[in-house]
Nanobody, 124 residues
Framework: QVQLVESGGGLVQAGGSLRLSCAASGRTFSDIVMGWFRQAPGKEREFVATVTKGGSSTAYSDSVKGRFTISRDNAKNTVYLQMNSLKPEDTAVYYC?????????????????WGQGTQVTVSS
């Protein structure tokens, strides 16, 4: 089992920045591929970003590439999502995801463990 707790969401104006954090517990953090997903009202949950176990490789959705940066600190069991140049269409609940896969590649596939979500609202 992996427990995930997100923080850092809030209300920001378009063009602003936010940093989301996700603290993990329950399993060796460095054995887990981590990701961020989001779900806007009336839409399906979608992939945002992922980072491999050691943090050396990342992948992003086209909609956030160049604006968002995923990173992790294995000493703190925490994954981050730095969001810059935010747009109103980034408004969503953002979920941290843990994928304890044996394959250490950045993947858009979600693992079985989710956080409770944190709301990000971008005003125009």
């Amino acid at each position: 089992q992996v427990q995930l707790v997100e923080s850092g969401g809030g209300l920001v104006q378009a063009g602003g920045s936010l940093r989301l954090s996700c603290a993990a517990s329950g399993r060796t953090f460095s054995d887990i591929v981590m990701g961020w997903f989001r779900q806007a009202p009336g839409k399906e949950r979608e992939f945002v970003a992922t980072v491999t176990k050691g943090g050396s490789s990342t992948a992003y959705s086209d909609s956030v590439k160049g604006r968002f940066t995923i990173s992790r600190d294995n000493a703190k069991n925490t994954v981050y999502l730095q969001m810059n140049s935010l747009k109103p269409e980034d408004t969503a609940v953002y979920y941290c995801n843990a994928n304890p896969t044996v394959i250490n590649i950045p993947t858009t596939r979600a693992g079985p463990y989710w956080g409770q979500g944190t709301q990000v609202t971008v005003s125009s």
